[in-house]
């Protein structure tokens, strides 16, 4: 974390004062600024009945900035909101927009949300639209990334990503779309329904849903396959009607991307099976499932463990620490790694498990003995290397670990 975030708001405050009737629009520029320069992802402006807590989530883990008084919170989320073209006297009922500024950096969303003290607002940062962009820019592994290239030379079936909130399948997902774009030999039909469009990509016919027009996901992907596509991407499935309009897309001539939320990618299957999905949908519309987390990466300042106990119970033989220096600000990490697994469905007896409808560990144990790295395995391999901590893996991924 950049030093500067420890004590934002003491220096906003210094900077200006809270009297000037311009001092919203100052501090609303500076948070957007300071956000944009620390690489954060998010900010959260909490109101308390002390005043406006401000915080960061950096590297996926929030961190305090200070606090603004009480006098100057609502002016403040008033003015994000004036930037996002949302309506100011509604501060009684949920509200999101986007912030557009400069043309050269990506969007902003806001969201706000009326709490006990008043308005509270989240800035989502997405990342530039130079970052990240490709498949081999995301930090997956060589064998991943080839197995998840071979998925995408198919003409039909479905590839999921999942994850928790923040853990990059979107950001997987448009570099996906890129793949496909930038290697068709012939040009291909590639269209989306999102909710909402995060990132703009290049030859691909992007549509956002309306709830007031009726416009849902599963609504538009229906309508979206009146529309001659080749491959369809779903911003993300939530729900039953739109898991069986994106299989069934799967099964008829369609290349389908999507996301949605599950702990594995076995769990994965067992949480479209629990939508009420039928097996043979699973079974033979669903080509891979993509499981992935960010762990924060360890700062060069990094120190060697100096016990097992430090170790917290993983099977490895060495790993570093958390030190904190300058660089890091004092925190011991600097940026992220990705900790994923791809489970490919094919005719094998992983096939014959989901027909079965076998729980979740009986079909991670089946995609493991057909030779699946797991979320656990890339983990102990960062721990190895040195490049994440035994806390931040504890973090990611749980207390519950495999052998390894």
């Known amino acids: 974390m950049p030093r500067s975030l420890r004590d934002f708001s003491a220096t906003l405050l210094e900077q200006f004062d809270v009297r000037d009737a311009e001092f919203a629009i100052r501090a609303v520029d500076r948070l957007l600024a300071e956000g944009k320069a620390s690489g954060v992802s998010d900010l959260h402006l909490q109101p308390a009945e002390t005043g406006l807590e401000i915080r960061y989530r950096l590297d996926g883990v929030l961190q305090t900035a200070g606090e603004l008084p009480c006098s100057v919170a609502p002016n403040v989320v008033a003015r994000l909101k004036v930037l996002a073209g949302l309506l100011t006297y509604r501060t009684d009922v949920p509200q999101e927009g986007r912030i557009r500024q400069d043309p050269s950096h990506a969007e902003l969303r806001l969201s706000t949300f009326p709490t006990l003290y008043g308005e509270r607002a989240v800035v989502r940062f997405f990342a530039d639209a130079g970052q990240y962009r490709l498949l081999g820019d995301l930090g ?12 995408l030379s198919e003409t039909s079936g479905a590839i999921l990503a999942t994850g928790p909130a923040g853990s990059g399948k979107t950001t997987t997902v448009y570099a996906c779309l890129r793949h496909l774009v930038s290697n068709s030999e012939a040009a291909r039909s590639i269209v989306s329904i999102e909710d909402p469009i995060e990132v703009a990509v290049e030859g691909v016919a992007q549509s956002q849903v309306n709830p007031n027009a009726g416009l849902d996901l599963a609504t538009g992907l229906r309508f979206l396959m009146r529309q001659d596509p080749e491959v369809i991407m779903v911003g993300e499935i939530r729900d039953r009607p739109t898991a069986e309009a994106a299989l069934q897309a799967s099964l008829t001539g369609h290349l389908l991307l999507s996301t949605f939320h599950a702990g594995s990618a076995a769990e994965g299957i067992s949480r479209l099976a629990d939508m009420g999905i039928e097996p043979y949908l699973l079974r033979s519309g669903v080509l891979g499932i993509l499981s992935q987390r960010l762990a924060r990466r360890l700062c060069d300042c990094a120190r060697p ?16 620490l958390p030190r904190g220096c300058e660089a890091c600000g004092r925190t011991g990490y600097r940026g992220r790694i990705v900790l994923a697994e791809l489970l490919t469905v094919e005719k094998t007896e992983l096939g014959r498990a989901i027909l079965s409808r076998m729980d979740s560990a009986a079909l991670e144990a089946l995609a493991v003995k057909a030779k699946m790295i797991t979320r656990w395995q890339r983990a102990y391999e960062a721990l190895q290397q040195g490049r994440t901590s035994p806390a931040e893996v504890r973090r990611v991924l749980g207390l519950g670990a495999p052998a390894a």
Not at 305 to 320: H, I
């Open 140 to 151: 997956f592994p060589a064998d991943l990334v080839q197995t998840l290239k071979r998925l």
């Open 305 to 320: 463990a100096a016990s097992r106990d430090e170790l917290l119970g993983l099977p490895v033989s060495a790993a570093r």
